[in-house]
């Protein structure tokens, strides 16, 4: 069964100031890669739609989807948040990657596809029900799993999220709602400062230190994910797939390797296998140095390809 790519030309556009690290070039050379390992031609390719206002509001308040709308600039930049800007293109693009995920979650729950990879900025784990901040405006993992059970009657849906910092906005979306398993890895102390602890059988948090490396974070995974998610028997997972982790990267010091993001892909894969008919949504998060980034989200990609 193949593997969905979805993206869209005004994810490119969207441009939070010159030199900065979230850039578009981000997924040009996730792309690129994909071409020189002879991968991107066995993918679906598909542009991402548009989330509907409906959409967005099974996660978002209206008054914040109307705030970020409103706020959209004719021209130049405005900042929402010390860390997130708006350019004439912003808006275009997060209602593009909040939309790729609505049509991942589609094609994957209507067996088009087993599994898919939205390419797409800006990131959504940080943005909270009412609240854009950390580069992020919507959240695009939150709007394809409240998509999931709301649109496809699913009961349960686990989110992993192995990006290095904390996915605040996604547990701030879902924190209570029982059928959502959310399993976090992330650096500790970090952006967004916060360490929320963990909530049996609901939200399974692992801080780890700066310095921690590889098998620290196997070792998290395997202990603290992984019989969570075999417990709750998530019929989808969704991945916040954040490779800023890498020890190439300098947003963080978690020093991890291309080989986990593919280990831990594999223990996705795994579990999808065994509960969820093998069906994952994984979405791009963080990750900004440009060759760690690329070599880490195409070992994911295969791994969702071939596991
Ligand atoms: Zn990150």
Redesign the pocket.
């Known amino acids: 069964m193949p593997v969905a790519f979805i993206t869209h030309p005004a994810c490119r556009r969207h441009q939070m100031g010159l030199g900065h690290p979230e850039q578009p070039a981000r997924l040009d050379v996730i792309e690129e890669l994909l071409h020189v390992r002879q991968l991107f031609d066995f993918l679906h390719h598909h542009d991402a739609p548009r989330a509907s206002v409906e959409q967005l509001a099974r996660v978002h308040p209206r008054a914040h989807i109307e705030h970020v709308a409103e706020q959209s600039p004719a021209e130049g930049l405005i900042r929402l948040d010390p860390d997130t800007v708006m350019c004439p293109e912003t808006l275009e693009a997060a209602l593009r990657a909040a939309g790729a995920n609505v049509l991942a979650t589609d094609l994957v729950i209507g067996g088009q596809v087993r599994r898919a990879f939205c390419n797409v900025r800006p990131p959504g784990h940080h943005a909270e029900r009412a609240q854009a901040m950390g580069f992020c405006f919507f959240n695009n993992v939150a709007v394809g799993a409240a998509h999931a059970l709301e649109a496809h009657g699913l009961e349960r849906v686990a989110i992993l999220d192995f990006?290095?910092?904390l996915g605040n906005g996604t547990e701030d979306i879902f924190r209570g709602d029982r059928r959502v398993l959310i399993c976090s890895s992330f650096q500790y102390p970090l952006y967004p400062g916060q360490n929320p602890g963990s909530v049996p059988g609901h939200i399974v948090n692992c801080p780890l230190p700066p310095g921690a490396g590889s098998e620290a974070f196997r070792s998290a995974v395997t202990r603290h994910w992984l019989p969570a998610l075999e417990e709750f028997a998530p019929q989808m997972l969704f991945i916040s797939a954040?490779f800023?982790g890498h020890a190439a990267d300098d947003?963080a010091e978690l020093r991890l390797s291309t080989a986990d993001y593919a280990w831990i892909t594999d223990l996705a894969s795994g579990v999808a296998d065994r509960h969820a008919r093998g069906r994952i949504v994984s979405t791009l998060?963080?990750g900004y140095e440009l060759s760690a980034l690329a070599a880490s989200a195409v070992a994911h990609i295969d791994r969702l390809m071939t596991g």
């Open positions: 990006d290095v910092h954040g800023d947003m998060e963080g």
